[in-house]
């Protein structure tokens, strides 16, 4: 997208950059190693007076330790979809894409680009974007949904890009280049900070609340605990940053699922060490799970012995089995036999029983299987399967039951469903019981 040229933009900002203190531009702007550009000279000339928060942080970074400035990332090709003239003959883009950033970072790029993240734009066609399009208002879908997962941007013919869909910086944000995801999602801009990047603070942006707790449930794990008492033991803005070598305090979430161990390098693919779908209604292994569990394992193993690891899997298979096979496999048939007997239609949420098992999956069987992932224990209980558990009884059951008499008889009278009717032994509760507990001791 970008050709590297010289960038001449009006000299008269310059008179601006006088007035500044001495204090600020010896301390705060301190000159970067590397020589500027004049094309980045010329930028940082104008920014200093107009935003000198913007050109601040950017002395900070990296890029400016290596003469990579504002020019470098923002320049365009004139017929880029989003080039527009910017007090000079050189057009620019305003957003820099992960094509951009790949000019340098490639392998960064090709992996993020191949990642879930990149594709969280394709909330846009997904059911979650007709609640917040449609049910909740298009403005909340925009500055809500979209924040988090991405925009479509739209640029206007003078190059202009439309309030409908920019600022911007969703993780799977469909540019205007045709690329996918904004590595400034996770990157801020302009220091571009290794440290930010590392903390777990920086992915709670988005993995937070009702249906992807997960900030939460690090936060309140043994992890978090660790992390928050060790912080400054934790080296995050070290070059290298190999758990187990570089630091042995605590696990962020870049530690993880991202970061280098002893044996792998640090991935964009945020999916590598990834074995369970914990998202769907009904959640699966994903594609070459064994060798993602291994990779997952090895970053463990810095800490862990073999044994706890083990063990802890066993515990996560068996709540997502427990989580699959009594309440969303279920729900699901439930919810199959409503439509196929013609008593749901086809316009989403307008009736009591889709909001139930929406609950049950999008809402408290999310919060469970994240809890038992995570090790966060109210999550898994009273954020989770209490919650699961009350929904499916006393939600989603009865209002089947008032659609289609008769339709959850079969499931309810299954030996883990025949305590809500008072027909389960102190046999069959015994039973009931061992079966799970037989999970413990199952191969993986």
Known sequence: MKKVGTLLVGVCCLCAIAGLSLYYNDVVLASPTAVESDDTKACVACHTSTNPSIVAS???????????GCYECHQAAPDDADAMKHYGDKPIATIVSPKDCGTCHAAAMDEFMGSHHAKGGEILDSLDNYMGEVIEGFPANVSGCQQCHGSKVIVDDEGKLDAKTWPNFGIGRINPDGTSGACSACHTRHEFSAAQARAPENCGKCHLGPDHPQKEVYEESKHSIAYRAAEDQMNMDSDSWVVGVDYTAAPTCATCHMSATRTQSVTHEIGERVSWNLRAPVSFKTEDTDQKRQNMQDVCSA????????????QLDAGVELYNEKFAKPAKAIMGALKEAGKTDATPFNQKVEWAYWYLWHH???RARTGVAMMGPDYVQWHGFYDIAERFYFELVPEAEHLLPGVTEEIMNRPEHKWFSGQMTDEERAQAIDYYRELYGAEE
């Not at 950017?58 to 990579?68: C, M, P, T, V």
């Not at 800490?303 to 066993?314: D, E, L, Q, R, T």
């Open 58 to 68: 950017w002395k900070l970074s990296d890029h400016a330790e290596q003469g990579i």
């Open 303 to 314: 800490c862990h012995s073999p044994g706890y690891v083990n063990n802890f899997y066993k």
């Open 364 to 366: 408290e069987g999310r």
